[in-house]
């Protein structure tokens, strides 16, 4: 059995467990899933843009603006490791991803470690096992933290430009990648992935986040 149709089956058999609901209004989730009440996922919220930086263009893909609904499903996923905030989020981010896709990989930016210990889990990670099973797009684990780096949040982007400078190795970097985070403020952190992932040897890097702050992304 293919490692995604394992993961489909057990999720089935958690559904039946304990159904998913939704952490914002408490109803059960329905198939998709979603959540009728709360009416997500939303296809008027996702957020794509097409940029250009001195190595070329890539895309900014976002499920929505890192603000009401989107920014409590946000938290309730990355800091109480929400079930339900996890399914939302991945339909969410579905909705951004075009019909075709355009990568040959997913690359999660990798959580500092003492934040995995506290957290008990790396959400970033998790996120992008799951967006693996639905794309059928394979997780290359080729970026890792060079240095450790204080929590970004509440920080300007001048500093968190300084805070992540030389903080990401990538190793065996190729073809065309799809980097994925949670949320992205300044594009800092992904700035700092995108220039070790292209010197490494990807072809293309793109970006894919939860939610990205409500002004014109980076
Ligand atoms: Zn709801």
């Known amino acids: 059995m293919p ?34 009440r709360c009416r997500l996922p939303d296809p008027a919220l996702r ?18 603006d890192y603000q009401g ?12 490791a929400d079930p339900g905030a996890a399914a939302l989020l991945l339909a969410q981010a579905r ?6 896709l ?16 506290a957290r008990g889990g790396e959400p970033v990670a998790e996120f992008a096992s ?3 099973v639905v794309t059928g797009l394979p997780v290359r684990r080729v970026l890792r933290r060079a240095q450790a780096t204080p929590p970004l949040a509440g920080r300007g982007s001048v500093e968190r430009r300084r805070l992540v400078r030389g903080a990401f190795r990538a190793q065996g970097a190729a073809g065309r990648l799809l980097v994925i985070d949670d949320v992205a403020t300044t594009g800092a952190t992904f700035r700092a992935c995108r220039r070790v992932l292209l010197c490494a040897g990807a072809v293309s890097v793109d970006l894919l986040v939860a939610a990205a702050t409500p002004r014109r992304l980076f």
């Open 47 to 64: 957020r794509r843009q097409l940029r250009l930086d001195r190595r070329g263009p890539f895309l900014l893909l976002a499920g929505g």
């Open 3 to 36: 490692y995604p149709s394992i993961i489909r089956g057990w999720n089935c058999i958690l559904d039946w467990i304990a159904p998913l609901r939704c952490p914002l209004c408490g109803e059960r989730l329905d198939e998709m899933p979603a959540c009728r």
């Open 95 to 100: 909705l951004v991803l075009p019909a075709r």
């Open 69 to 80: 609904a989107l920014r409590r499903l946000v938290h309730a996923f990355k800091y109480h």
């Open 102 to 117: 355009l990568w040959d990989a997913l690359v999660p930016v990798p959580t500092p470690r003492q934040r995995i210990r």
């Open 130 to 132: 799951r967006l693996a």
